[in-house]
């Protein structure tokens, strides 16, 4: 029976390409593995699986009864559904450690990082097993997403030297043009429901016991959202309420000015504004500096709701 | 302000030795760092202080506002009393996945080996630190007492690959001559008040919101308990009354017959009995081959009570 890799909900770059590449690792060790996914791919993702020659990964809800290695979370609101009916072998991850628990000893590759595939690239060193060209093409692509071509203060020289040596092993020559490349490819939202765009990267975040729900799209320029901003609005009130969630906010970072504009719906306005010490405007607000939701926007509401 | 690197309650040799080798490798790194405990030490671990010359680290309870590595364990019951108020920076274990959880992004360094010492020779190699001769002679005896000199079901090539480079470090020839010294002095429970003998390897577990306490006593030979035995049941009743929990186990684990005697105080015998699937009699049983409390005694009543 093999192990099934599969990162988190809504997947994003990191969780497939992170799964393909974990699962090829544990196969050249002797581990039979498959990689999986928990939701449809997002643009940026195709761009990626599609430059390197990749297939996505099968798409599978359920592992009840089987052995599973988890990519890019350790919370429970973030895994498949039934994950306390399988054996989670192992957890790869650079988030903060969440509520997930096991019944059994496991492995934890956990690194305060940028991406989690610079934490699988430390895995590969480890076992000294190489990396074909083309699994590194997409291990850069997915650092180079998750640090926002290292802008994000999420990345770290650890991430840098990552991607430097996976772009030697996958013979790249302008990491950061193939950066730009896959920005644009995100920052392509027209004519894309709201809901779709809400949900291209979406997480729920167990906020000592209030859900709470983030998003985040990334582009190059904010007046892409110009034209669909209310709708956008309009479409997280409607997530909030569906999911019976505390809150929702919705992050649209501009990865060339280097902040992000906050939509926020919420049942605690004075909470959210006291956690990122600003004032909204109707319910929106320009954060400065603000690109990783991880490091700059889950933490302080996290404390806020302590 | 230092990183204080810390194992759990009731500290064995692994949370102390670990504690004492994991502060050197951060120290060596540039990252200040200072060994701690939250107990007193076993006569065990005094001796192999001893024997490689260190002193016991520094007992602190408290840890609120500070950085803290987390050694051995990954659980709230066992981790500082406040641990909520500090800032975990790291986690090195070998065991389940338990329930602390964090607020920012950390390392994680668990693998499912028999040792917390093996996984910081882990570090050690990744760090290409070189590991003093007395760390090594520490660390050594730590991997022989979690994993019962190579007996023990927890026991894998990594924990034995480990000890042989250890002892080639530390100059060490008959290293399980030292193990055998080891548990000789493990071994000496006369005159020893009966609370103190219960406590010496102690772990409360939180068993889908019931409190369960195992205790653990390895020796060499289970003749050593005739005269006390009483002592100790009367002692593991009190402290299932005194601490509300839901039951408490002590095995006596004969090292040499490969088994365990478990003595069980509890709300619920058909439920622990089911677990281990046994017919105990005056609340004791003999579990033949029964050697790990964290690989044979927890997962079976983890999962009864699941």
Redesign the interface.
Known sequence: MPVYVVGHKIPDSDSICGAIALAHLKNQIGEASVATRLGDISPETAFILDKFGFEAPELKLSYAGEEVYIVDHSELTQAPDDIAEAT??G?VD???????????????????VGCSNTVIK?MYD?YNVEIPKNIAGIMLCAILSDTVIFKSP?CTTADIKCVEALAEIAGIEDFKALGMDMFKVKSAVEGTPARDLVMRDFKDFNMNGNLVGIGQLEVIDLSVFDDIKADLEADIAALKAEGNRHSVLLLLTDIMKEGSEMLIVTDDLAKVESAYNCKSVDNKVWLDGVLSR??QV??PL??AF?
Not at 96 to 107: H, I, N, R, V
Request: aromatic share 6%.
């Open positions: 989670i072998v957890i650079h988030h903060k450690l969440g509520d997930l628990t096991t019944s059994t000893p496991l492995e934890c590759w956990i690194r305060p430390m480890f999420t991880k490091k889950v933490p996290q404390d302590a």
